[in-house]
């Protein structure tokens, strides 16, 4: 599937999301918004088990398009926001793994976009940011709340106020990168983490996404509860053939 904004592969199981406006450095605009809900769409009726997003050309995104957001009224930058809120909150809640391979610059909104993203694989040339304030802006599509679970709150001010980027390491030691690779290998790498993924309970995975991401936004208490519930249902599934292969000395057939 290819649109003006999104190039989508099928590899099996696996979905790949490649930005593909190398021209403007995969600057998101609205266009890509709306090719993105297309891609989910598509998806929600046909599944994959996992996502991988990455950018054509030097840059994963370097931010919100600024050339579309210039012309603006202040009513149309504040849909422009939610619009891209929503959007990136739907890839959040997607049901199986996403997977950013950031291979470049990754700024400002497309900081955003990995930060939706649920793992995220950085080539060792990839810088990340939130520039908005160089350009008299804050985030909006959900920097100032990801980035403080990502990273606290005192490495996000201290990258929300400067506009500073970050390099690939300074980004693994605040906890925003788990993996480094060299850049010929960055594909290459993501696809393997995948392969791991695949070879996990199809079922596991789903539940301990949600729970993780359930969990964040309530209390203690229901997180535990949601987390039982899910363990015991996998009691009735696929966990009675995992613990079972084990037993035998052989490998689930899932
Ligand atoms: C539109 C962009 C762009 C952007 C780059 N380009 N970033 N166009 N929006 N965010 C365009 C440039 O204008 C240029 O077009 C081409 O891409 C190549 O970029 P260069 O600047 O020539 O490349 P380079 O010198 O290598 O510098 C790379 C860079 C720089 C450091 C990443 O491009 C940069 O600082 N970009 C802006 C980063 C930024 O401020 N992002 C945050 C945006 S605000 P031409 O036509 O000259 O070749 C944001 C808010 C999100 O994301 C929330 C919204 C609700």
Known sequence: MQSDTLHFERQDEKGIIT?????????????FFTDLTGILDALEKDPVRIIIITGSGKAFAA????AEMAGMTRVQAREFSRHGQS?????????YPVIAAVNGYALGGGCELCMACDIRIASAVAKFGQPEAKLGLIPGFGATQRLVQHVGFGNALYMLTSGRNISAEEA??????QEITE????????????????????EAVKKV????????????????????????A?????????????????KPAW
């Open 172 to 177: 693994q030691r605040m906890g925003l990168v």
């Open 183 to 202: 850049p010929d290998q960055l594909m290459e790498r993501a696809h393997k983490f995948a392969g791991e993924i695949l070879t996990s309970g199809p």
């Open 63 to 66: 931010g919100a398009d600024i």
């Open 87 to 95: 959007v990136f909150q739907r890839l959040e809640d997607w049901e």
């Open 19 to 31: 930005l593909n406006r190398p021209d403007v450095l995969n600057a998101l605009n609205n266009q």
């Open 209 to 232: 996404k949600l729970v993780i991401r359930k969990s964040a936004s309530s209390s203690l208490p229901a997180g535990y509860e949601l987390e039982s519930n899910q363990f015991g």
């Open 234 to 250: 996998l009691f009735e599934e696929e966990g009675t053939e995992g613990m079972k292969a084990f037993l035998e000395k052989r």
